[in-house]
């Protein structure tokens, strides 16, 4: 069963303009970690966020975690071209095991 | 330093038929987890593999089943295909065993399986 689930499904954007993309989930988390992926390739870890933190940055990504409401947010800034691709974010439960849950993801279309 | 290799990149099979899937995890790695991506979705864990052996399992029926060799390659096994085995299958490694952390694994590009 998919734990996380990123909104929008679909995102359309200008190259310059910012993307938000949330992720809500349905159980206690010890971490969650956002990835994209490009054309349906192989996954790319952007950035962990740990249960006890709110926010953090990595370049032009922006992520916020709010565990009273199982939701996080990832902010893209000043978007570009290449960053086109699908995002999931992916959960590890407390008390779990290290399997990862994988969301099915938002596609975001950056047109330049 | 290469990273992690799939092989084949594509693949077609015919229903009832079997497949193996192979990966060479990234130089130093010792630990090889497999994923199923169906199309629209995201990846689902299938199982792990530590010191040749099936460490952890997600929720896969047993036609699925692996192996890891001595020099840490592994490969998927998938028994009597069905329509719904069609999907992206993602090889990740890391170093450590079950308990490696998520964000510490590195993936594949992934074989795009497609049965007829």
Redo the contacts between chains.
Sequence with gaps: S?Q?EEDPQALSIQEGENATMNCSYKTSIN?L?WYRQNS??????LI?IRSNEREKHSGRLRVTLDTSKKSSSLLITASRAADTASY?C?T?RSGG?????????TSLIVHP | DAGVTQSPTHLIKTRGQQVTLRCSPKSGHDTVSWYQQALGQGPQFIFQYYEEEERQRGNFPDRFSGHQFPNYSSELNVNALLLGDSALYLCASSLGGPGTALWEQYFGPGTRLTVT
Excluded: E, K, W
């Design positions: 998919q996380g971490n970690q349906g390739r192989g996954l790319v870890h962990l999931f992916a590890h095991s290290y399997i990862p849950t994988f969301g099915r993801g």
